[in-house]
């Protein structure tokens, strides 16, 4: 139906980002398909080692996930740091990463685990990697007719410390800055690291080159200030209700050094 009806029809997953932009008026599609019915969207699997996400997977359900807190807690983390319990019930994960507003919790986590996107449209399936799906605010990879249908995630290694902080105005609210982390320590050392950045830029931002600095480091407090400035370097936020931008690149400072705290002091 999707591709049939083209740029005239929309999917609608929970709707709690589309329904709010139809009734702005900043999204008139003519159609809604509802994703809803689709069964195999749903749930939450093992694949190998990778964790396999159905695309209409609330944000409840990755909260009540026993095998997403095993095995990737950041998921949890930040599923609860969404909205408010009444969103968190409808919102889905696709929905979330699929929508491509930098405001969104999941995607900039979605950079930082390497996670891929199946997507399926009327050329068959195909994979993107996380890392190259956002292309600007509400512009993503996927083209008239596409249903992201999964989220692929690999596992972290087992002993992985990952913590994502967010500064909000109020419970509730999208984020002002937040930084996600996921590392591992081995002989007191970074081993590997990775960072996503959400809501400073109009697209979530992979951090490559802060975690670049901090790999091999103990996370000193000089590398840890090299870091933080590498990646406020890559921040471009809007001055906006949440504060003017400069303050916002140094609240993601601010995140991310917390974030790093945190992550240490989680892995083992
Ligand atoms: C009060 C309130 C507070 C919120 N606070 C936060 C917050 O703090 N952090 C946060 O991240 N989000 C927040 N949200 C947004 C919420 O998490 C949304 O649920 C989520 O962004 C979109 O998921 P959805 O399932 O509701 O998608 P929908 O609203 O149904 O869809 C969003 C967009 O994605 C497209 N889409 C959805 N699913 C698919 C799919 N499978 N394939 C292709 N396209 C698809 C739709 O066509 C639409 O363009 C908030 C929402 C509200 C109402």
């Given at each position: 139906m999707l591709a049939k009806l083209g740029d005239d029809g929309r999917a609608i997953a929970g709707g709690h980002s589309l329904i709010p932009m139809m009734k702005l008026r900043l999204a008139t599609p003519g159609h809604l398909v509802?994703?809803?019915?689709?069964a195999d969207l749903k749930g939450i699997r093992s694949d190998g080692n990778d964790i396999v996400i159905g695309a209409m997977t609330t944000q409840h359900d990755v909260v009540g996930s026993d095998l997403l807190a095993g095995k990737i807690p950041l998921l949890r983390e930040t599923a609860l740091l969404i909205a408010d319990p009444q969103v968190r019930y409808m919102g889905t994960l696709g929905g979330n990463v699929a929508n491509g507003d930098p405001g969104n919790d999941m995607p900039a986590v979605m950079l930082c685990l390497n996670a891929t996107y199946h997507v399926t449209g009327k050329g068959g399936e195909r994979r993107i990697p996380a890392r190259e799906f956002y292309q600007g605010a509400y512009f993503t990879a996927m083209?008239?007719?596409?249903?992201?249908?999964?989220?692929?995630?690999?596992?972290?290694?087992?002993g992985h410390g990952a913590a994502y902080e967010k500064l909000k105005r109020k419970v509730g609210d999208f984020a002002t800055a937040a930084a996600?982390?996921?590392?591992?320590?081995?002989?007191?050392?970074?081993?590997?690291?990775?960072?996503?950045?959400?809501?400073?830029?109009?697209?979530?931002?992979?951090?490559?080159?802060?975690?670049k600095i901090l790999t091999g480091s103990s996370l000193d407090a000089a590398t840890v200030k090299r870091a933080i400035a590498a990646a406020e370097a890559i921040t471009s936020p809007a001055s906006d209700a949440r504060g003017p931008a400069h303050y916002r690149t140094k609240m993601a400072g601010v995140m991310l050094m917390r974030a790093l705290a945190r992550a240490k002091a989680n892995a083992r």
């Open positions: 509802d994703l809803a019915g689709i083209e008239g007719g596409d249903v992201l249908t999964a989220v692929r995630i690999p596992v972290p290694p087992a996600a982390v996921i590392l591992t320590i081995g002989g007191g050392k970074v081993s590997s690291c990775s960072i996503g950045l959400t809501n400073v830029a109009e697209t979530p931002l992979w951090a490559e080159e802060a975690a």
